[in-house]
């Protein structure tokens, strides 16, 4: 290789010995000793011969500085200019600290102490491993957050709707996050929808939140919920058998497989953030002649329940029948073939009487969809019961 020699005696001051190898050292000192080589490949080592084949630039035994600073304490600096930008690991003239800094204008931005705590805008107190002054920005966060504070750890900051009769779609609530597999996500401003595309006709469905592409997505399923037990997402309501969905809603699609959500039908339920739905149906002059409770009406109202969750169903009217005979009238759920809410009323002669509220309450079937219908019929006696001019109210939470 190639050799350029720089001594402190006169005759040998500046020398220079050349080969055809293509590297070129440069040596030093009293007894010139390689100070930086240069290899073939233009790769540089400064105290020692480069031999990384990725670095471009190797050196050992001290500091890189590339500063008007004049500190001779082990580190490294890379500096424009004083106060402009600069990046700063060397030992102050003091020696009194090593710690990473990184600034940008005339500001320090970053800084990194001796103990590996961040501070970001400040210098870092030491008792956390991250101080941030100012905000922070991210899609998501992972772990269980059990030590966190200040930052909202519900599962589900967000519900879920019928935007139209082919369009659910997830809405922010009280926030805008979920979590999905132990990660908590955010939900955008504008929500995110499901279509009905592909979906069978009057069939359940479970709705489930993933994440595809980073983003979070609505999913729906046949398949039942659990509740998950992993670490970092104990208790979220998950698919069975699979974590990375989260339940936020059931559906009950129609005859069209579509999405029906009004007081009659509800057939939407979000699982977080649950409202008070308002039922109401009615019917009029329906009658029997069977002793038995036999139904009259078409249905009434259809609703989904959550299990953990029932239902409220009042019905108001006018009961009448011929002949001398008790009146007996009930709910019937249809999905059981359970009555509820059956009540009776004793009549010496024929008549009718109005009742504002003729029979009902809290019921808890079991989860999914159920249609309810009024049955009457003749406890004794014989002739004929009516029942006219009725309403059917209530509420659902979902």
Request: with cysteine; proline share 3%; glycine share 12%.
């Amino acid at each position: 290789m190639s050799t350029i020699k720089s001594s402190t005696t006169t005759t040998t001051a500046y020398s220079v010995e050349a080969d055809t190898t293509g590297a070129l050292v440069i040596q030093t000192g009293a007894t010139p000793t390689t100070a930086v080589t240069i290899d073939s490949s233009g790769r540089v080592g400064i105290g020692v011969t480069p031999s990384i084949a990725t670095a471009k630039l190797t050196t050992v035994g001290g500091p890189i500085q590339l500063s008007p600073g004049t500190t001779s304490q082990d580190g490294i600096r890379i500096t424009r200019a004083t106060g402009i930008a600069q990046i700063n690991g060397i030992n102050n003239d003091n020696n009194a600290y090593n710690a990473i800094t990184f600034a940008t204008g005339a500001n320090e931005a970053m800084r990194i102490d001796t103990s590996g705590n961040v501070g970001i805008g400040n210098t870092p107190s030491g008792t956390y491993k991250l101080e941030v002054t100012g905000g922070i920005s991210g899609t998501s966060f992972t772990g269980s957050g059990s030590g966190i504070t200040g930052l909202s750890q519900e599962v589900g900051q967000c519900r879920l709707v019928a935007t139209s009769s082919t369009v659910l779609t997830l809405i922010p609530i009280n926030g805008q996050f979920i979590k999905i597999a132990g990660v908590i996500y955010a939900i955008p401003s504008a929500g995110v929808t499901l279509s009905n595309s592909g979906l069978s006709a009057s069939t359940r469905y479970y709705i489930y939140a993933t994440i595809s592409g980073g983003n979070v997505t609505l999913s729906a399923s046949a398949t039942a919920y659990a509740t998950d037990t992993t670490a970092g997402n104990v208790g979220v309501r998950i698919k069975s058998g699979d974590n990375a969905f989260t339940l936020v809603g059931m559906i009950y699609t129609s005859a069209s497989s579509q999405f029906v959500d009004t007081a009659t039908n509800r057939q939407v339920l979000s699982y977080f953030n649950r409202l008070d739905r308002y039922l109401f149906g009615t019917a009029s002059n329906y009658s029997t002649t069977n002793a038995a409770l036999t139904v009259v009406t078409p249905i009434m109202i259809s609703s989904l329940n959550w299990a953990d969750d029932g239902i409220s169903v009042w019905l108001a009217g006018q009961g009448g029948m011929t002949g001398a005979f008790a009146l007996q009238a009930a709910i019937f759920d249809n999905n059981t073939a359970n009555t509820y809410g059956v009540k009776q009323y004793i009549y010496t002669t024929g008549g009718s009487t109005n009742y504002p509220n003729l029979l009902g309450g809290w019921h808890q079937p079991s989860e999914g969809f159920h249609s309810y219908y009024i049955a009457i019929g003749a406890s004794s006696g014989s002739g004929t019961t009516s029942i006219n001019n009725c309403t059917a109210t209530g509420y659902v939470r979902g």
